[in-house]
């Protein structure tokens, strides 16, 4: 367990967000000036190269200034990248019962499920990230039945922010 770290993987379109707006997101994430002994659960931003990692380092040292303490964050090359088994993928969403059964229907196949656009995004609302106003505007292109997008719906709007 303890020769890997636990990660998300971003992929994004940089028309529609910037690498700053992610390294912003990820900082307020999570306490940057919190370490931790075990590689499992440490914080750290992956660079895929130069330009990445400059941007990554401006940003937490404008961070440490800002806050006035160390950031314990680390900034580290990506070696590699592995799945987590198809259990751990689109967790909050697994929990949800008739929300999983309008996606089993729609990705009947492991593989498709875990790349599927839609499914990653009800799991972030599912998981208690974005707002129901946001989930609104968007709902309709998930391919969820009326009933679903009810339930998902008003499961946001119970969470703070919703």
């Not at 940057?32 to 941007?55: I, K, L, S």
């Not at 200034?65 to 680390?74: D, F, L, N, P, Q």
């Not at 799991?123 to 009933?147: C, D, K, P, R, T």
């Amino acid at each position: 367990m303890g020769d890997h770290t636990e990660s998300v993987r971003v992929e994004y379109d940089p028309t529609v967000i910037s690498y700053e707006a992610l390294l912003q997101h990820f900082w307020e994430g999570h306490d940057p000036t919190e370490g931790t002994n075990y590689r499992q659960y440490m914080a750290a931003v992956f660079f895929h190269d130069e330009e990445q990692q400059q941007r990554a380092e401006a940003s937490r040292n404008a961070l440490a200034a800002s806050v006035g303490e160390k950031v314990r964050t680390r900034i580290l090359p990506v070696k590699a990248f592995t799945d987590a088994e198809d259990y751990h993928q689109k967790y909050h969403l697994r929990q949800h019962r008739e929300l999983m059964s309008e996606f089993r229907r729609m990705y009947p196949r492991d593989a498709d499920f875990k790349h599927s656009t839609a499914a990653s995004r009800v799991n972030g609302y599912v998981g208690g990230f974005g707002s129901a106003a946001a989930l609104a505007s968007e709902i309709a292109s998930y391919g969820l039945s009326e009933g679903a997008q009810n339930t998902l719906l008003s499961r946001v709007r119970r969470f703070p922010g919703g």
